[in-house]
T-cell receptor
Framework: AQKVTQAQTEISVVEKEDVTLDCVYETRDTTYYLFWYKQPPSGELVFLIRRNSFDEQNEISGRYSWNFQKSTSSFNFTITASQVVDSAVYFCALLDAGNNRKLIWGLGTSLAVNP | DAGVIQSPRHEVTEMGQEVTLRCKPISGHNSLFWYRQTMMRGLELLIYFNNNVPIDDSGMPEDRFSAKMPNASFSTLKIQPSEPRDSAVYFC?????????????FGQGTRLTVV
């Protein structure tokens, strides 16, 4: 069965702190995709990043970085020097490349960055 | 590209009334998804179309819900009759799920309130 676990329900940090959001996934497929989405207080769901199962390279985009480790089935998201605008709910999701191409979602981590 | 366009953004209706939510996917995307988001249940996939054909409607809560995709550029989600427990934010998303960039892009959502 496929599953995405975001064990951290809520995180609260002070501005400029670094914060890591954890994502652990389960799948039997050898080809799959992992995603992170951001849902700010305004409510829209914003795509942040996709990682393919055959590409374990980590990625950095500005203050955001992602650490994909197949050995631990994890795809963690780190925000460096957090800002108030980073306050949002962050979702991790899994898509298998087989016939069932439904996104499997984590329950989300609510991040509050306080000034 | 204008992104996924949903209408209306907000809908308030009385119990028993018919509600129709509309979605225009991103041009060139071959898959369309309807999601519902509530505090209690999080993000739920209601139905998924591929090339205008419903592939998986197992998430549709009951017969009061129906969805159509008459062409590649338009989809509707209808609730008839509506009930207060249908109050939620309904998201439409589209993607090129069969390609190597299968990430879904979401509309702004429709906030439905049934009183």
């Amino acid at each position: 069965a496929q599953k995405v676990t975001q064990a951290q329900t809520e995180i609260s940090v002070v501005e400029k702190e670094d914060v890591t959001l954890d994502c652990v996934y389960e799948t039997r497929d050898t080809t799959y995709y992992l995603f992170w989405y951001k849902q700010p207080p305004s409510g829209e769901l914003v795509f942040l990043i996709r990682r393919n199962s055959f590409d374990e390279q980590n990625e950095i985009s500005g203050r955001y970085s992602w650490n994909f480790q197949k050995s631990t089935s994890s795809f963690n998201f780190t925000i460096t020097a957090s800002q108030v605008v980073d306050s949002a709910v962050y979702f991790c999701a899994l898509l298998d490349a087989g016939n069932n191409r439904k996104l499997i979602w984590g329950l989300g981590t609510s991040l509050a960055v306080n000034p | 590209d204008a992104g996924v366009i949903q209408s209306p953004r907000h809908e308030v209706t009385e119990m028993g009334q018919e509600v129709t939510l509309r979605c225009k996917p991103i041009s060139g995307h071959n898959s369309l998804f309807w999601y519902r988001q509530t505090m209690m249940r999080g993000l739920e996939l209601l139905i998924y179309f591929n090339n205008n054909v419903p592939i998986d409607d197992s998430g549709m809560p009951e017969d009061r819900f129906s969805a159509k995709m008459p062409n590649a550029s338009f989809s509707t989600l209808k609730i008839q009759p509506s009930e207060p427990r249908d109050s939620a934010v309904y998201f439409c998303a589209s993607s090129r799920v069969t390609g190597f960039a299968p990430e879904a892009f979401f509309g702004q959502g429709t906030r439905l309130t049934v009183v």
